[in-house]
């Protein structure tokens, strides 16, 4: 399809590249080569007669002009883009690329499975599986995140899919070593292993807030496994997942009618009138999931 500036599809291009921020990564999600969209770009600004990208380091940013033209044509890009993936829709395709972000430790603990089947069902499906534990708010229509924290996700939908209750345990042999622990106080002063830097720590019994105190930790480590690992170690107490907490032969339970908050994670995504089908079959199988997961957390509060 042409327009007035030539090939439409240079349009969707340059688009692409502001949006991917390079050459190479805009070719790689293209499916193109560097070459093309390097000289299809420098012949789109050609007709134009306008510089509509600069090199700064190793990313193209748009130039001020870049910018106005990005503004004025990527809704409409948008647009097309959903009226592609909505005849799509019509003819019940499962297909595409789609990007997860995900804990890896909740993902070998929980997901796998689900992601397995799916790929094996749909094979035209491509994922992009990014296993980190940092915040990666989804920024396409193919993006999705499952976390524990929503706080800046007002402009998404956030589904939740799993409740984590914890627990404080520690190793047989550190806990002869402490001596008596009888109070969340005798609890608070021992070494602590921490998933994150938040020191306040909240007890609650009955499922009220009993009380609350500032630990110490002797070791903070972004990733729930290395933390039942240094606790299995004898490395101190930590606030652990009844289900990780499990998976260890050799830690106790401390101080069991004593709980922090449960936890709530979520499954979030843009919110779209269109939904590629390859994200709607996903996130219908991760929700199925979930139910399992929830059964699971009921027993685990029975047992606590």
Known sequence: MDSIFGNIDDLFLFCKVVEQGSLQKAAKALNLPQST????LAALETRLDLRLLEKKGRELTPTEVGK???????SGME???????????QTNQVSGRVRLSIPHSFYRSFIAPTIERFL??????????????????PETDRDLLITFDIEDMDDMIARPIFTSRHGFFASREYVQQCGEISTPTDLAALDWVA??????LPFFRDGKLYEEHQIKPRLVVNDIRAVVDAVSRGLGVASLPLR???EATNLVQLLPEYHRSDRQ????YKARKYQPNAIRVLIEALLEESKDLGTATTKEKNTS
């Open 68 to 74: 106005l033209t990005f503004e004025n044509l990527s």
């Open 37 to 40: 969209v390097s000289r299809r």
């Open 244 to 246: 990780h907490a499990k």
């Open 195 to 200: 998933i994150d830097q938040k020191n306040k």
């Open 120 to 137: 094996k069902t749909y094979p035209s499906v491509r994922l992009d599986l990014v296993l980190n534990n940092d915040q990666a708010k």
């Open 79 to 89: 647009q097309i883009e959903s009226g592609i993936e909505s005849l799509t829709e």
């Open 265 to 268: 994670s979520f499954l979030v």
